[in-house]
């Protein structure tokens, strides 16, 4: 008998996908779960697809119990459509029907939760898997909402230039829209990082400036985020001998401060 492993984001579609490449109806296979889809860590990594085996029937093998002749469709008074369902392969109709309800489990879960809380738990978590026990406070603001997170050992949270906290940041974005119905926009911070990283990178542009006008030439810095950018930009543009601009594409967009008037 001929096999073939089907994949989907369900099992129903895992099959129909099966089916689809066979050119046949479910009623001429039997169906083998092989695997079932997985939402993963947090619903956002690790994601696995349903994985289905399906057996191609033969000829005149429905799936009736021996002995048990099937009628043709249209004799004795039973429609086709009874006689499909009578075929239908049992081992497919229950793994079906448990896929069906953990989606809509899974639909209403999300309904009615705070996605703040959630951006909580999500980081509170992950802070466990980093072997760090933290907590996490709101603060909410007119255009965003800042996440404030204390506790011991942050500068693993942190990172590099607070590179680590931004993936973070975006991650825990991620995490709380996924539960509002209207875009939310929150800003992660760890130690008052954010207003140390601000105060570190506009004493970096005075005293930068302060060189460009002093020797006439442009100095172009080492590539940032758009947020560093932004500070450097701020801090600058009120400058009477130089000025800023970006060049370059992301990730590798650079601040150039240069003189900006001839000497």
Known sequence: MSKIVATGKTIEDAVAQGLARWGVSQDRVSVQVLSQPSRGFLGLFGVK??????????????????????????????????VQIAHAPIMTQEPAATSMEAVDAEVDA????????????????????MGLDISVEIEKG??????????AGLGLMIGRRGQTLDALQYLTNIVANRYSNSYLRIILDAENFRDRRRKTLEDLADRLAGRVQKTRKEIVLEPMPAAERKVIHAKLQSHGAVKTYSKGEEPNRRVVITPSRAK
């Open 49 to 82: 697809e349903a994985k289905v085996e399906l057996t191609l029937l033969p000829d005149g093998a429905g799936g009736e119990p021996p002995g048990k002749e099937v009628p043709p469709a249209g004799m004795h008074g039973a429609p086709a459509k009874e």
């Open 110 to 129: 999300l309904e009615g939760k705070d996605p703040y809380q959630e951006a909580i738990a999500f980081l509170i978590e992950t802070g466990q898997a």
């Open 142 to 151: 007119k255009d965003f909402t800042t996440l404030q997170i204390s506790g």
